[in-house]
Structures are given as C-alpha cells and as structure tokens.
C-alpha cells in the first residue's frame, strides 16, 4: 500500500475460481483498495480472524463450507458480525437472493459480474461502514 495515499478500505475476496480472484483482486487493488484472497471458507474464516477487513466478497457455491455457512460464522461472532458481506454467485434464483440476505449479506452481485457494478456496490458499502464507524465513535466520546 502507497503510504501517501489514504487508505480506501480492506477487503477479502472469497471464491474458489482462480481468475474471479485475479480479475477482481487486480481490479480492486489498482483503485487502491487493501486486498486479501481466500480460496476457500476455512481460509476465509482464518484471514479474517487474523486481519478482520472493512467488507468481504463471498462466493457462494464452494466445496466443504458454502457462502452461506461462511457469512453465518461471521455474523455468529461479535468481532467480525458488522463486517458487511456481499454474496457474488451464479446463482440467479430469487430463492437464492433472499438466503443470501437472510443470513447477513448486504448485497448480491450476480456473475459474470460487471467490474463497474462490483466497484459501485463495493463503495458504496465502504462509505456505509465508514459512516457507522464514525457514528460509533461519536458515541463512544
């Protein structure tokens, strides 16, 4: 990360698709997002335990653990369960879409995703998290 640049945000990406994770890894990465890659749920679950990110995108069709078991071991936790989660899927089904929200996701990207789509809805819930964070600290003082 360029020290002179302030810090966009963090975020994990989780898919077990090898080129989802470059396309958006370099993607976001030269808009100066920090970013982190999970192949898979276990691995996810332990980059976050580790170095919990502003937002994670989950795929959610992976072998072992699912995207959906993946956001509800976040949200079960009270470390990790206001990290926002966006579910990106080939799975277009309205039934799925609704899973997605009802174990914690804050939005559903469908693939093949557009990259400008995934920048907006990934912004927009960064500036979210930001404004909670700061809405927070007011608080607190």
Same mark, same amino acid.
């Given at each position: 990360?360029?020290?002179?640049?302030?810090?966009?945000?963090?975020?994990?990406? #989780?898919?077990?698709? /090898?080129?989802? %994770?470059?396309? !958006?890894?370099?993607?976001l990465?030269?808009? $100066?997002?920090?970013?982190? =890659?999970a192949?898979?749920?276990?691995?996810?679950?332990?980059a #976050?335990?580790?170095? /919990?990110?502003? %937002?994670?995108? !989950?795929?959610?069709?992976?072998?072992?653990? $699912?995207?959906?078991?993946? =956001?509800?071991?976040?949200?079960?936790?009270?470390?990790?369960?206001?990290?926002?989660?966006i579910?990106?899927?080939?799975?277009?089904?309205?039934?799925?879409k609704?899973?997605?929200?009802a174990?914690?996701?804050?939005?559903y990207?469908?693939?093949?995703?557009?990259?400008?789509?995934?920048?907006?809805?990934?912004?927009?819930?960064?500036t979210?998290?930001?404004?909670?964070?700061?809405?927070?600290?007011q608080?607190?003082?």
């Open positions: 990360m360029n020290s002179l640049k302030p810090e966009k945000g963090s975020i994990l990406i #989780v898919d077990d698709t /090898p080129d989802n %994770l470059r396309v !958006l890894s370099a993607t990465g030269d808009r $100066d997002y920090d970013v982190q =890659c192949i898979n749920g276990k691995l996810a679950l332990m #976050v335990a580790n170095q /919990p990110p502003d %937002l994670v995108l !989950l795929d959610i069709k992976m072998p072992e653990m $699912d995207g959906y078991q993946v =956001c509800e071991a976040l949200k079960s936790q009270q470390k990790t369960a206001e990290i926002p989660v579910f990106l899927s080939a799975l277009d089904d309205v039934i799925d609704v899973k997605a929200f174990v914690g996701g804050v939005d990207i469908t693939k093949p995703f557009q990259v400008e789509e995934v920048l907006a809805r990934v912004e927009h819930q960064l979210i998290r930001r404004l909670q964070k700061q809405l927070q600290n608080n607190f003082r």
